[in-house]
């Protein structure tokens, strides 16, 4: 049974410094999803990652693949106020979205 | 303009009162799943459906009913709403491509208060 956990669950970080969030998975899983929660709204597609290796950047963020570690990275670069959201990571397996708890980002100017 | 639209976006009920919150997308998606959101507790999928007439349970079924009588609507029911009901729900539909999980488009969200 795939499990994805993500880290930290709450950042709270300065304009203009970079950081990452982490989503470890437990076993295989077809791909990798990335979503953007603004507060009390709906939840928006950022990324979708399909293979090892596999980056992909919008703007000031990035998201990366490793499937051999389990893992993906979310990474904020140069963070702005616009960011602060809570972003979730979803591994897909046996038909369905598998959630992570979310990391709640909040960016102080 | 591809959209899942749910209704209504707020509801304020008593204990006991039956309701339905209604969903629907017009992207033409096999698959429809109906997700709660509760602070630190993530999304948990309620009931998802991978075709009409075609419903399975999720994580958290209890208490809730759902059909899919027609493949653009997935109504969520709940026959006798309990404050411990009282959340942030999202629909969601994607295209069934078998084994290959593929993008969740979601509605605007229905936040439920039961008192």
């Known amino acids: 049974e795939l499990k994805v956990e993500q880290n930290p669950l709450f950042l709270s970080m300065q304009e203009g410094k970079n950081y990452t969030i982490y989503c470890n998975y437990s076993?295989?899983?077809?791909?990798l999803y990335w979503y953007r929660q603004d507060p009390g709204k709906s939840l928006e597609s950022l990324f979708v990652?399909?293979?090892n290796g596999a980056v992909k950047q919008e703007g000031r963020l990035m998201a990366s693949l490793d499937t051999k570690a389990r893992l993906s990275t979310l990474h904020i670069t140069a963070a702005v106020h616009d960011l602060s959201a809570t972003y979730f990571c979803a591994g897909a397996s046996d038909y369905q979205l598998i959630w992570g708890a979310g990391t709640k980002l909040i960016i102080k100017p | 303009e591809a959209q899942v639209t749910q209704n209504p976006r707020y509801l304020i009920t008593v204990t006991g009162k039956k309701l339905t919150v209604t969903c629907s997308q017009n992207?033409?998606?096999?698959?429809m799943s109906w997700y709660r959101q509760d602070p630190g507790l993530g999304l948990r999928q309620i009931y998802y459906s991978m075709n009409v007439e075609v419903t399975d349970k999720g994580d958290v079924p209890e208490g809730y009913k759902v059909s899919r009588k027609e493949k653009r609507n997935f109504p969520l029911i709940l026959e006798s709403p309990s404050p411990n009901q009282t959340s942030l729900y999202f629909c969601a539909s994607r295209r069934d491509q078998g084994r290959v999980v593929t993008e969740a488009f979601f509605g605007q969200g229905t936040r439920l208060t039961v008192v």
């Open positions: 992207m033409n998606h096999e698959y």
């Open positions: 076993t295989t899983s077809d791909r």
């Open positions: 990652l399909l293979s």
